[in-house]
């Protein structure tokens, strides 16, 4: 495919997909919110991205009550979809998984500590970190998942790390509530990453999305396929909403991640290009497409195409 831009094509297409909190026999979140339909949407979606993710990650809370079954009926649906785009399925441990059902029914284990798993995608590294705490809903790290991290950390990956985590090491403006169940003495977790081959962090946690830094690295928080966070709600301290439902595609070039929020439900078109005009362009010179688009006067831009 030419290339049309200053920038070549991504090394690495990751799609970032958190809380899709399923459930199991089909039961409703809240009495209101079909979960699995969420979740088929934005699989749906997914599969028109091109260029195809090289990896799915999950950031966590895939199971609402950690049922069995709920994990179960996510391998379901996401492994073949997954299969048919190529890429990895990378899941991660939040508040509402468990982890013996999520050890038992996503891999095959028996292992009911930490679920903190190492992914190589192509050269890219993509830690999945544990910050569960059983019995709540806030995160922490134990010394000895930090120490584990460091040695992990301590050899670089050929194109850099990404870790995947539940609870994001962000402040919380427009989610003060969530404030109290954030991750906990996020200090610690700095120590490990600052300086290391960590390009970045993806989460999730608070059902919208947001960007932040963390120890010189950028934080990207996917919002849910479930239910929705509004963050800003008129007279409501917390105000969950059916809608705006989203997630995130990260395309990782040599000096940079670049982040796009993909909504689940596509809006109606006003104006719009076919098909037809992306293969033309392989036909024409650079110079040609350029002026084709860019300048006012062309047919392109007169007759409304852009």
């Not at 809240?30 to 950031?59: H, I, K, M, N, S």
């Amino acid at each position: 495919m030419k290339q049309l831009g200053q920038h070549p094509p991504p090394r690495h297409v990751v799609a970032h997909l958190s809380d899709p909190h399923l459930l199991a026999q089909g039961r409703l979140q809240y009495g209101a919110v079909d979960t699995e339909a969420g979740l088929v949407r934005a699989l749906e979606r997914l599969a028109a991205v091109d260029p195809a993710p090289q990896a799915l990650v999950f950031t966590g809370d895939l199971a609402d009550r950690a049922e069995p079954a709920a994990y179960e009926r996510l391998r379901a649906l996401v492994e073949p979809a997954a299969a048919a785009m190529g890429a990895v399925v990378v899941w991660t441990m939040g508040n509402h998984d468990e982890r013996a059902p999520y050890a038992r029914s996503l891999f095959g284990s028996d292992d009911e500590g930490p679920q903190d798993r190492v992914h190589e995608v192509d050269g890219l590294r993509i830690v999945a970190l544990d910050t569960s705490v059983p019995g709540y809903h806030h995160g922490d790290l134990t010394g000895a998942q930090l120490a584990w991290l460091g040695e992990v950390l301590a050899t670089p990956a050929p194109h850099g790390t990404l870790l995947a985590m539940h609870h994001p090491p962000v402040p919380l403006p427009m989610l003060r509530a969530a404030e109290l169940i954030e991750l906990h003495e996020q200090d610690r977790l700095a120590a490990v990453v600052e300086g290391t081959d960590v390009r970045g962090i993806l989460a999730g946690h608070l059902h919208f999305s947001t960007w932040s830094t963390f120890a010189g690295v950028p934080v990207s928080v996917a919002s849910a396929s479930c239910y929705t966070t509004d963050p800003a709600p008129v007279d409501r301290f917390v105000s969950g909403v059916d809608g705006s439902h989203s997630f995130t595609m990260v395309h990782a070039y040599d000096d940079r991640l670049v982040h796009t929020i993909v909504p689940l439900v596509p809006s109606p078109e006003v104006n719009g290009v076919g098909l037809d005009i992306r293969d033309a362009l392989e036909s024409i010179s650079l110079e040609e497409a350029v002026e084709l688009a860019s300048s006012k006067s062309s047919p392109f831009n007169t007759d409304g195409g852009a």
